[in-house]
Nanobody, 122 residues
Framework: QVQLVESGGGLVQAGGSLRLSCAVS????????MGWFRQAPGKEREFVAA????????YYVDSVKGRFTISRENANNTVHLRINSLKPADTAVYYC???????????????WGQGTQVTVSS
């Protein structure tokens, strides 16, 4: 069974930075891609960023380009999300996800983590 465990969330002031991490454990698993999503209070979960595992190509929702950076560590099956210049609007539960097959990187994932809370104070 594949498990995803996020870490790195917390309470930060606006303008600060955070790095979220997500480690994949369980059976031998080589993802096709991994991504990050977020869900703010009262809103639907939205795609934030993804990385194609073999090529390292990255994808972002337009609203976070320039502030968010997704990166991967192939050897450790770990993906990170660096968030700079945090805004109160970034407050959300952040989820990582992985898929083992070629699929849409914005909405088709096989495995999900439990989420990590990011709260940005003004």
């Amino acid at each position: 069974q594949v498990q995803l465990v996020e870490s790195g969330g917390g309470l930060v002031q606006a303008g600060g930075s955070l790095r979220l991490s997500c480690a994949v454990s369980g059976r031998t698993f080589s993802p096709y891609a991994m991504g990050w999503f977020r869900q703010a209070p009262g809103k639907e979960r939205e795609f934030v960023a993804a990385v194609h595992w073999s090529t390292g190509r990255t994808y972002y929702v337009d609203s976070v380009k320039g502030r968010f950076t997704i990166s991967r560590e192939n050897a450790n099956n770990t993906v990170h999300l660096r968030i700079n210049s945090l805004k109160p609007a970034d407050t959300a539960v952040y989820y990582c996800a992985a898929n083992a097959r070629a699929a849409s990187l914005t909405n088709e994932y096989d495995y999900w983590g439990q989420g990590t809370q990011v709260t940005v104070s003004s």
